[in-house]
């Protein structure tokens, strides 16, 4: 299974901006597809899920603002992100489990290389 990540950018803060993952090399209905992000100096940190089930998850902090949505004619996942912070400002990276569900990172097998998103104040 191979992801790409895309759609990172500059974006003043309360703007919103959408990132997509395309999936390949695997049966898309079979895996969750899951966001991380790494802000400057911080650890690693579970954004978001949403399983092979569709079911969806969100971290506290994004709770309400991100939206994870898939398209299966596409075989993309999207991360859809509104009312930005400067604490956003991360590397986000999106991740592969087969019929798995976790906010731990190392239940994932596959990773995109990371997009990086930056939210001006």
């Known amino acids: 299974v191979q992801l790409q990540a895309s759609g990172g950018g500059l974006v003043q803060d309360g703007k919103s901006l959408t990132l997509s993952c395309q999936f390949s090399g695997g049966d898309f209905r079979t895996y969750s597809i899951a966001w991380f992000r790494q802000g400057p100096g911080k650890v690693r940190e579970f954004v978001g899920y949403i399983a092979w089930s569709g079911s969806k998850y969100y971290s506290e902090s994004v709770r309400g603002r991100f939206t994870i949505s898939r398209e299966y004619a596409k075989l993309t996942v999207f991360l859809q992100m509104n009312d930005l912070n400067p604490g956003d400002t991360a590397v986000y990276y999106c991740?592969?489990?087969?019929?798995?569900?976790?906010?731990?990172?190392?239940?994932?097998?596959?990773w995109g290389q990371g997009t990086l998103v930056t939210v001006s104040s």
């Open positions: 991740a592969a489990a087969l019929r798995t569900i976790s906010v731990h990172g190392r239940f994932y097998t596959a």
